[in-house]
């Protein structure tokens, strides 16, 4: 069975700060999609990123990266220079199906706080 | 503007009574999903949809029931055998599964509690 472990519950980091979101994942599939979502506090997902699992290619977009290691199994995200906005929770996800849609297995999240 | 709708926001139940949220979507998706969100324990899959007249049970079907009688509607019924319906619920779509960037769009919830 597939699994998203997001360790880090809750951070909080002061502005400007550079934060590193971790997410380990589990499959026996060769072929997965990864994904991180954003829940504001308005509480609809936000869609930021997907990944293949054949790409490993590490990813920015704007303050935005992402760390794909399948050596460790993970996904990690990091924004640089923090901004209030940012404040949110994050959602790792993984998807088992052919082409990454539908059912997606989901981490706790973590609540990311920024501090003005 | 195009989306996905959740009505009510918030809505508060007695024990024992079935309750129906109501999702709607006019990104002209072909496939919708329901999903609990607990604290703690991130997103869990309720049912899902990819065609109309077609669904499927994901990890929590246990006293939930939907329908999808129409392309843009895929309202969920939370019944009395739901033993812990207290929950904020969220309804998703996606372009047609298979065919799509397996990217969801989210609705902004619905929070239910039971009295």
């Known amino acids: 069975a597939q699994k998203v472990t997001q360790a880090q519950t809750e951070i909080s980091v002061v502005e400007k700060e550079d934060v590193t979101l971790d997410c380990v994942y589990e499959t026996r599939d060769t072929t997965y999609y990864l994904f991180w979502y954003k829940q504001p506090p308005s509480g609809e997902l936000v869609f930021l990123i997907r990944r293949n699992s054949f790409d490993e290619q590490n990813e920015i977009s704007g303050r935005y990266s992402w760390n794909f290691q399948k050596s460790t199994s993970s996904f990690n995200f990091t924004i640089t220079a923090s901004q209030v906005v940012d404040s949110a929770v994050y959602f790792c996800?993984?998807?088992?199906?052919?082409?990454?849609?539908?059912?997606?297995?989901f981490g706790t999240g973590t609540r990311l706080t920024i501090i003005p | 503007d195009g989306g996905i709708t959740q009505s009510p926001k918030y809505l508060f139940r007695k024990e024992g009574q079935n309750v129906t949220l109501s999702c709607e979507q006019n990104?002209?998706?072909?496939?919708m999903y329901w999903y609990r969100q607990d604290p703690g324990q991130g997103l869990r899959l309720i049912y899902y949809?990819?065609?109309?007249?077609?669904?499927q049970k994901g990890d929590i079907a246990e006293g939930y029931s939907v329908s999808r009688e129409k392309k843009e509607s895929f309202p969920l019924t939370v019944t009395s055998a739901q033993k812990n319906p207290t929950a904020f619920y969220l309804c998703?779509?996606?372009?047609?599964?298979?065919?799509?960037?397996?990217?969801?769009?989210f609705g902004e919830g619905s929070r239910l509690t039971v009295l």
């Open positions: 998703a779509s996606s372009i047609l599964a298979g065919a799509g960037t397996g990217e969801l769009f």
């Open positions: 996800a993984l998807s088992e199906a052919p082409f990454g849609n539908e059912k997606l297995t």
């Open positions: 990104l002209n998706h072909d496939a």
């Open positions: 949809s990819q065609i109309v007249n077609d669904f």
